[in-house]
């Protein structure tokens, strides 16, 4: 399974984004993927996650209220849906589908895509 994320880019704080996570193959549309994000000199953390039929969802403290994840099975690829940004936010975000249930764990995700560079600046 490869994975393509885009939609990264320069946002003004207060601004919004949509990233999206395009899969290879229609295999993606079983499996559930979550969103991470590593800014310099961080290690990589976990943004928010899908269950592969999108019937749940999950977030991490820091974006909950401000990011939606979505996905589109019929187009094999998953958003991430980013408003109210801020500075903090800033970072890469990667894509990654996991062989088994949604984790907040990297280590549940064999599958990444190559990320894409969010900046949060006035």
């Known amino acids: 399974v490869q994975l393509q994320a885009s939609g990264g880019g320069l946002a003004q704080p207060g601004g919004s984004l949509r990233l999206s996570c395009a899969a290879s193959?229609?295999?993606?549309?079983?499996?559930?993927v979550g969103w991470f994000r590593q800014a310099p000199g961080k290690e990589r953390e976990f943004v928010a996650a899908?269950?592969?039929?999108?019937?749940?969802?999950y977030y991490s403290d820091p974006v909950k209220g401000r990011f939606t994840i979505s996905r589109d099975n019929a187009k094999n690829t998953v958003y991430l849906q980013m408003n109210s940004l801020k500075p903090e936010d800033t970072a890469v975000y990667y894509c990654a589908a996991a062989l088994a249930g949604w984790t907040t764990n990297t280590g549940g995700y064999p599958y990444w895509g190559q990320g894409t560079q969010v900046t949060v600046s006035s």
């Open positions: 193959r229609r295999t993606v549309s079983s499996n559930a």
């Open positions: 899908i269950s592969w039929n999108g019937g749940s969802t």
